[in-house]
């Protein structure tokens, strides 16, 4: 040991961090989480609603491929739930296909494809997505 740490042991001061510093640190560390926690949750978000106007996408992609299918044994394509042959979501997304305006006949200019999530979903939460030409 050398003079100067005997000096500060028989003085009592052990070269420590002082109560005051420590409390800075916690206050500097909750103020970074108070600011990254509600930044976080917003990147969730947008990629749950990124993801749903993915899967919309997809399965517009689809419908325009069953639409413009014209050999024998083509899926036929009605306003609801896209037939599982032509397009397959994950487990609690829905895709559906209307036209637009509503009630008239799907085709490959008015259509519009729209995905959502139920609870089962990791996507749960999320807006719904659309895709098509017909959609607004």
Do not use: H, Y
Not at 36 to 45: C, T, V
């Amino acid at each position: 040991m050398d003079a100067l740490e005997k000096q500060r042991i028989e003085r009592g001061e052990d070269g420590g961090f002082s109560l005051i510093e420590l409390i800075i640190v916690v206050v500097i560390l909750g103020i970074l989480a108070a600011i990254a926690i509600p930044i976080f949750l917003n990147i969730q978000q947008n990629s749950k609603n990124a993801a749903l106007e993915g899967i919309a996408g997809n399965g517009a992609a689809a419908v325009a491929a069953g639409l413009a299918d014209t050999t024998a044994g083509a899926v036929a394509i009605t306003a609801g739930t896209i037939p599982a042959t032509l397009f397959n979501t994950d487990t609690g997304v829905t895709a559906a296909v209307a036209s637009v305006p509503a009630g008239g006949t799907i085709t490959l200019a008015n259509f519009c494809v729209t995905a959502s999530a139920a609870s089962p979903s990791p996507l749960n939460g999320g807006t719904a997505g659309t895709a098509g030409p017909g959609c607004p």
